[in-house]
């Protein structure tokens, strides 16, 4: 069983649910740190010979086109992370098709062929959005990786699946991804992305990962460019938001070479082309036991 790579292709301000951050008639205005980032990125995958999930932000792409396209070059899988980074909770049901919509297209006519996956900012699918999967059905999306089975503070959805699932079947299939948690203390926890990845030890998260393979689980990882950038611009916001968001931003890329160099990663794309059909004759299988 492999582990899947994603990153969130957004800038340093792209935070959610905070007062102090500007609203997306301001971005324009601000110093974009992304282009740095995320090449220092690709240059990691291609030291650690590596292929990742790109979540583009729809806005990013339309002005870092470039970005886009040196991630489709380098052979690495072009997805959607919407167009203006919005909570999926505070839409309607009308808003997130056009806002997916929007970036689907955007992206499409970068990289010339069809985009297949999406991940919501902030993981932000919730019981109180039951619309989710048919707009992204209706979009033209084939896989998503926004449910996060565990509490959050975007929401999440506690206790729900935490293995790849099917949506839809076949012609028409659509599948969700879920972020990966592991329980830890009786709470689940994701030890694999975020403020988590930047707190627990490299050991600890190895040694995480690995149960959750050996339960015949995928590893899904996720990081974001501004992770990486240590000298980013600090937005105001209390001091344990602060903690969770800026904690080890110097030691984060020599974490990230270490971890790719560990572990057999690859993209949504090619886990569904290449894994996903025997996973799921292992679950039917099982399921006929019982």
Known sequence: ???????????????????GAPDIHHWAELPSRVEKNFLTLLAIFAESNVHVTCFFLGWVAQRHPHLVKEAERLGHEVA?????????????????????????KILEDLVGHRILGYRAP?????????????????????????????SRSNGGIPNSREDPYLIRSSPDWFIEFPVTVREFLSKRFCFFGGGYFRFFPLPVIKSMAARVLDEGRPVVFYLHPREIDPDQPRLPMSLQRRFRTYLNLKTTASKLRRLLAALDTTTFQNFIEHELGPLFQQQATAAQMY
């Open 80 to 104: 959607s992370h919407g167009f203006g980074h919005q909570l999926v909770y505070r839409m309607s049901c009308e808003e997130f098709y056009r806002d997916i919509l929007v970036s689907k």
């Open 122 to 150: 902030g993981f932000s699918a919730t019981p109180n959005t039951p619309w989710f999967f048919d707009q992204l059905i209706r979009a033209e999306y084939k896989y998503d990786s926004s449910i996060f089975p565990a």
């Open 1 to 19: 069983m492999r582990s899947i790579f994603s990153v969130d292709v957004e800038d340093w301000f792209h935070l959610l649910d905070l007062p």
